[in-house]
């Protein structure tokens, strides 16, 4: 399985941005898909999440009601829209896949992870 992040760049405050993750090598609508990050000297974290049909998707507070996550199964890409952003959001965006229960995605338990999008915000 491979996934594939792109969409990441150097933008303004305020400013948006799409990011988003093909995977290839398997059935994409078998995994709950999700979106992290990871910022300079910290610990990656959760971003976002979707459940596998599309019909939930769950939020880390500090980009709940800015960021939303969707994904088209046709195409077999999960995507992140990232509004008002903040520079607080600069860091590198992965993807992954998980094939097991929905919420360990948000527990960061996935199965495939992306090589990673880097999404700078300057002020």
């Known amino acids: 399985v491979q996934l594939q992040a792109s969409g990441g760049g150097l933008v303004q405050a305020g400013d948006s941005l799409r990011l988003s993750c093909a995977l290839s090598?398997?059935?994409?609508?078998?995994?709950?898909m999700g979106w992290f990050r990871q910022a300079p000297g910290k610990e990656r974290e959760f971003v976002a999440s979707?459940?596998?049909?599309?019909?939930?998707?769950y939020y880390a507070d500090s980009v709940k009601g800015r960021f939303t996550i969707s994904r088209d199964n046709a195409k077999n890409t999960v995507y992140l829209q990232m509004n008002s952003l903040k520079p607080e959001d600069t860091a590198v965006y992965y993807c992954?896949?998980?094939?097991?229960?929905?919420?360990?995605?948000?527990?960061?338990?996935?199965?495939?992870w992306g090589q990673g999008t880097l999404v700078t915000v300057s002020s």
């Open positions: 992954a896949a998980n094939s097991d229960r929905y919420y360990y995605v948000r527990a960061g338990l996935c199965d495939y």
């Open positions: 090598g398997r059935t994409f609508s078998s995994y709950d």
């Open positions: 979707i459940r596998r049909s599309g019909d939930d998707s």
